[in-house]
C-alpha cells in the first residue's frame, strides 16, 4: 500500500472549504478491499486486514512538517511503531513491513513526530486500522453496511472557515494545560452523520480521535447502551452501560438493535457535556484547583454545553431479529495472575509541564525503572494526584494491550462517571480520573525494542509528557 500525508481542502462547513492534511492510500497489490477511502471528509482512508496477514506500506510524507505514522494498538515490531525518531521529513519517505498479529479489533494510525502530533492530528491526519479474525466471524456479528464506523473529534473554525488550532487553547498557559476543546464535535469529519437504518441490528465502531476533549455518549431516548468491544477487541460478553465515557484514543463498539423501534423512528448518539470541573477540583481543593474549576473546567470546553447528536438514524423496515450473542470472545483471566514486578507511573506538574515520575521526554532516554524483560507480566499503577492541578489523563502504552485491574481513590463527586467507563477486555488506553490510581496488568511478549508510553492529551503528549521503556 501507498500511503500519502499531504495537504488538501475539504468541504466541512457550508461556504468556503477548509485547508486540511489528509492520509491517502492506494493498495499496489494484493486484496483491493483492505482499503477503503471515507467519502466526502478529510478522514484517513479505513484499512481492513485479517490477523496473519502480511502488510507493507510504503509511507510519503508530503505535509510541510516532518512526520512519521503510527498504528495505535498494534503490536509491531520497534522500528515499524512510528517512535518519533523514525520521523522522515517533509518529501521523505519511511517503508513499513509487519504481520498483524493483534486480535480482530478497532486500531487506528496517526502522526507522531515529537512535538508535532498534536497538530498533525488536528489538520486531519488519522483513520482507523480494522482487523478482523476467527474469533470474531463465529461470533457473527453484523457486518457490511451494519458495520460503522464513527471518529470522533472537536475542531474550531475561523470566519473563513479555517481550521484554528493554537489559538483556542485558552488563556495562555493555563488553556495550554488542560488542553485543546474545539467548538464543534466533527463525526468522520462531519458535523453530523445520518443513517438510513433497517431494522435489526448494527455494529457501531466510535473511537475518539479527539486531541484532548472527553465525550460522555449516550442514546437520545435514554436507553442503555450495549458495548460488545473495546480497545483490543471484542469484550468477553456485550456490557450495558447508561452512557459511555471515552476519552482521546479510546474505542468502543456497540451493538445498536432497531427492531424494537416503530418505522420512522429516529434514534440519535449523542455527545454531552462532561464536567470535570467541580468535582476533581473540589476534591484536590487549593487556589489553583478553584481558579481551574471556574475557569474552564479540565476536559470540558467553553462550547460544550449543548449535547450535539452525532449519528442519527432513522429506522425503516427490514430483515427482523438478530440475536447478540450472549459469549463473544474467550479472554484470559485476570485473577491471580503470576507478577514479575509493580511499578508506579505518578502524573506529575512541575514548571507548567506535565510529566510522569517528574520526567518529560528525551528521544533516546530511558530510566531504570523503564526497563522491563521480553515475556514478564507486570502491574503498572498510574496515579493522577497532583494538588495543584486536578485533571483526568488518558495514559497509553505502545506495544502491548492491557487489562485494567482496578481503580482506586475515585473521588465522591466523579464516582456517577465510573458507570460509563468501559475498562473490561483488552485496553492500550486507560482514562485516569483526578485523584485516581488505576492498575493494569500487561504481558511484554510482543517485540523487544524502545516503545513509548504517554498521555493521548495530545497538547499534554507534545509537551513531553511521554516517555520511552525499554523492553529487553
Ligand atoms: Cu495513539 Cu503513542 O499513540
Ligand atoms: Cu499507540
Ligand atoms: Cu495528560
Aim: charged share 20%.
Amino acid at each position: 500500500i501507498e500511503l500519502l500525508a499531504q495537504p488538501d481542502e475539504v468541504q466541512v462547513l457550508p461556504g468556503r472549504p477548509t485547508a486540511v492534511w489528509r492520509y491517502v492510500g492506494r493498495v499496489l497489490s494484493g486484496p483491493a478491499d483492505a482499503m477503503q477511502p471515507v467519502p466526502d471528509s478529510y478522514a484517513g482512508p479505513i484499512f481492513r486486514f485479517r490477523t496473519g496477514q502480511k502488510v507493507r506500506i510504503r509511507y510519503i510524507n508530503r505535509i510541510p512538517q516532518p512526520s512519521i505514522v503510527h498504528w495505535h494498538g498494534l503490536i509491531v515490531p520497534e522500528r515499524m511503531d512510528g517512535h518519533p525518531r523514525d520521523v522522515v521529513p517533509s518529501g521523505g519517505e519511511h517503508v513499513y513491513e509487519f504481520e498483524v498479529r493483534n486480535r480482530a479489533g478497532t486500531y487506528w494510525f496517526h502522526p507522531h513526530p515529537h512535538g508535532f502530533t498534536g497538530i498533525q492530528v488536528y489538520g486531519g491526519l488519522a483513520g482507523l486500522f480494522l482487523v478482523s479474525d476467527d474469533e470474531e466471524r463465529a461470533a457473527k456479528l453484523p457486518a457490511g453496511e451494519r458495520d460503522i464506523s464513527v471518529v470522533l473529534a472537536d475542531r474550531s473554525f475561523d470566519r473563513a472557515n479555517q481550521l484554528v488550532y493554537e489559538a483556542a487553547m485558552g488563556p495562555g498557559m493555563m488553556g495550554a494545560m488542560t488542553g485543546f476543546f474545539g467548538e464543534r464535535i466533527l463525526a468522520n469529519g462531519r458535523p453530523s452523520l445520518s443513517f438510513p437504518a433497517a431494522s435489526g441490528a448494527y455494529r457501531v465502531r466510535l473511537l475518539n480521535g479527539s486531541n484532548s476533549r472527553i465525550y460522555r455518549i449516550a442514546r437520545s431516548d435514554r436507553k442503555p447502551l450495549l458495548a460488545i468491544a473495546s480497545d483490543g477487541g471484542l469484550l468477553g460478553a456485550p456490557a450495558s452501560r447508561p452512557f459511555l465515557v471515552l476519552g482521546p484514543a479510546e474505542r468502543a463498539e456497540l451493538w445498536i438493535d432497531f427492531h424494537d423501534e416503530s418505522v420512522g423512528a429516529r434514534v440519535a448518539l449523542v455527545a454531552e457535556p462532561l464536567d470535570f470541573g467541580g468535582a476533581g477540583m473540589g476534591m484536590m481543593g487549593g487556589m489553583m484547583g478553584g481558579m481551574m474549576g471556574r475557569g474552564m473546567g479540565g476536559g470540558v470546553g467553553p462550547q460544550s454545553a449543548a449535547p450535539h447528536p452525532f449519528a442519527l438514524f432513522t429506522v425503516g423496515r427490514g430483515t427482523g431479529r438478530q440475536a447478540l450473542p450472549s459469549r463473544l470472545a474467550l479472554l484470559a483471566s485476570v485473577v491471580a495472575p503470576q507478577v514479575s514486578k509493580r511499578r508506579e507511573f505518578a502524573i506529575t506538574l512541575g514548571h507548567m509541564r506535565w510529566g510522569i515520575n517528574g520526567r518529560t521526554f528525551e528521544m533516546d532516554e530511558v530510566a531504570p525503572y523503564e526497563q522491563v524483560r521480553f515475556g514478564d507480566t507486570e502491574v503498572w499503577e498510574f496515579s493522577n494526584r497532583t494538588p495543584m492541578m486536578a485533571i483526568p489523563h488518558p495514559m497509553h502504552v505502545h506495544a502491548v494491550q492491557f487489562r485494567v485491574l482496578e481503580r482506586l481513590d475515585t473521588p465522591p463527586g466523579l464516582q456517577g462517571l465510573r458507570a460509563g467507563l468501559l475498562d473490561g477486555g483488552l485496553k492500550d488506553t486507560v482514562l485516569v480520573l483526578p485523584g485516581e490510581r488505576v492498575r493494569v496488568l500487561l504481558t511484554f511478549n510482543g517485540f523487544a525494542g524502545l516503545f513509548l508510553y504517554h498521555c493521548h492529551n495530545l497538547v499534554h503528549e507534545d509537551m513531553g509528557m511521554m516517555r520511552n521503556f525499554l523492553v529487553t
